[in-house]
């Protein structure tokens, strides 16, 4: 089983609507989560953190984690092209794993 | 300021060449990472040095050296390399390294862009 595993893409979405992206991990001692976009020819650039079970929101994206589900979601409102990238979920125990990314395309 | 600065921005080196990728943070950060990203992947990590010592090595190959000169510097030395070495090669920090819960949060510099040829 992959440590970190997202869900197969690439994702479409019309401007204006929510994309929802999902994450599930394999360790339960991980203690902290992360959302990265990455733009193509591009380094990944860190846009959410959370540790703690709940939601967390900052401006349009929501981070949610359920550690006992070992699930970590992301959700992005009123979509814009500019969102259109791939979207990399990390986790952290002692190191920081990625999943493999999901692209999100973002139809004007 | 949460720059991570990568120096050069692209390389490209025999297999017989000797080079070195630099990465620079003045954040105070006290972990630095590098990784490796080839095209349509995800990053893979490679080494991990908190507070200046090397913490994770991840099997890789000797012809890839890291050194961490001080709190702020990070090299990765590049010896005989082969073709399918050439990827991105990604240099990140955070605030706190080691079973840290907050302050993990790891920030990418640009990359370097190696060819192997």
């Known amino acids: 089983q992959k440590e970190v595993e997202q869900n197969s893409g690439p994702l479409s979405v019309p401007e204006g609507a929510i994309a929802s992206l999902n994450c599930t991990y394999s360790?339960?001692?991980?203690?902290?989560f992360f959302w990265y976009r990455q733009y193509s020819g591009k380094s990944p650039e860190l846009i959410m953190f959370?540790?703690?079970?709940g939601d967390k929101e900052d401006g349009r994206f929501t981070a949610q984690l359920n550690k006992a589900s070992q699930y970590v979601s992301l959700l992005i409102r009123d979509s814009q092209p500019s969102d259109s990238a791939t979207y990399l979920c990390?986790?952290?125990?002692?190191?920081?794993?990625f999943g493999a990314g999901t692209t999100v395309t973002v139809r004007a | 300021d949460t720059e991570v600065t990568q120096t050069p921005k692209h390389l490209v080196m025999g297999m017989t060449n000797k080079k070195s990728l630099k990465c620079e943070q003045h954040?105070?950060?006290?972990?630095m990472y590098w990784y490796k990203q080839k095209a349509k992947k995800p990053p893979e990590l490679m080494f991990v040095?908190?507070?200046?010592?090397?913490?994770i090595n991840e099997s890789v190959p000797s012809r890839f050296s890291p050194e961490c000169p001080n709190s702020s510097l990070l090299n990765l030395h590049l010896h005989a390399l082969q073709p399918e070495d050439s990827a991105l090669y990604l240099c990140?920090?955070?605030?706190?390294?080691?079973?840290?819960?907050?302050?993990?949060?790891?920030?990418f510099g640009q990359g370097t862009r190696l060819t192997v040829v």
């Open positions: 040095y908190s507070y200046e010592k090397l913490s």
């Open positions: 954040m105070g950060h006290r972990a």
């Open positions: 360790d339960r001692g991980s203690q902290s």
């Open positions: 990390a986790v952290r125990d002692y190191k920081l794993s």
């Open positions: 990140a920090s955070s605030p706190k390294g080691g079973f840290a819960r907050a302050g993990t949060e790891a920030f």
């Open positions: 959370i540790y703690s079970n």
